[in-house]
């Protein structure tokens, strides 16, 4: 798991995947969203690339 720490950031540039993010919104109950946030602090990432890596392990599309 990198997280693209010592790599230069440049607007709408992706680092850790081969396309930039976007700016979404999701609705989540309190308990899962800090659940998210527990469990992305675990993991030294940010609740938004805890995400990430869930929907990808998981997911069985792709784009």
């Known amino acids: 798991m990198s997280t693209g720490k010592g790599k230069k950031r440049i607007k ?5 995947y081969d396309e930039p993010k976007k700016k979404r919104g999701i609705m989540l109950t ?3 969203w800090h659940s998210v946030q527990e469990l992305a602090v675990k993991n030294n990432i940010s609740a938004s690339e805890y995400l990430e ?5 998981y997911c069985v599309t792709e784009a």
Do not use: F, M, S
């Not at 709408?12 to 850790?16: I, K, M």
């Not at 890596?53 to 392990?57: F, S, T, V, W």
């Open 53 to 57: 890596e869930i929907i990808r392990k």
């Open 12 to 16: 709408n540039t992706p680092v850790l």
């Open 30 to 32: 309190d308990t899962a």
